[in-house]
Nanobody
C-alpha cells in the first residue's frame, strides 16, 4: 500500500512560484498514476493536475483549465516522487494541496475525479497574497 506525503507549500506573493513535492513510500510507485487536487475553505475539492504511468512513450499529463500554462506536473520514478511546479501564482490558487495515487488495476481513466484515487497525503497549505 502506497503512502503519500506532500511538502513545499508556503506563503508567496502573486506572480511568484512554488514547487510542491509528493513523496511516495511503500507499494510499487511506478504502478500508480498520480494526481494533485486542492481545496479552499468552504469549497469543493478541485482537480489540478494528473500524470499517468510511464510507458515507452513517456507519461501523459492533464491539467485543469484554471492552471493550464502555469502549472507543470512531473514524476521521477527513481525517487518515488511527483512534483508540481506552480508559476504565475494568483490569490485564487490559495488552498490546501493534496497529492493522491491511483492504482492502475482500478483506475478507469477519469483522472479529474477524486474517487479514482485511493491513497491521499495530508496536504500542504499554499497561500498567495495579492
Amino acid at each position: 500500500q502506497v503512502r503519500m506525503e506532500e511538502s513545499g507549500g508556503g506563503l508567496v506573493q502573486a506572480g511568484g512560484s512554488l514547487r510542491l513535492t509528493c513523496a511516495a513510500s511503500g507499494g510499487t510507485f511506478m504502478t500508480y498514476a498520480v494526481g494533485w487536487f486542492r481545496q479552499a475553505p468552504g469549497q469543493e475539492r478541485e482537480f489540478v493536475a494528473h500524470i499517468s504511468l510511464i510507458s515507452l512513450s513517456g507519461s501523459s499529463t492533464y491539467y485543469a483549465d484554471t492552471v493550464k500554462g502555469r502549472f507543470t506536473i512531473a514524476r521521477d520514478n527513481a525517487k518515488n516522487t511527483v512534483y508540481l511546479q506552480m508559476n504565475s501564482l494568483k490569490p485564487e490558487d490559495t488552498a490546501v494541496y493534496y497529492c493522491a495515487a491511483a492504482d492502475r488495476r482500478y483506475f478507469s481513466g477519469s483522472y479529474s475525479h477524486y474517487k479514482e484515487y485511493g491513497y491521499w497525503g495530508q496536504g500542504t497549505q499554499v497561500t498567495v497574497s495579492s
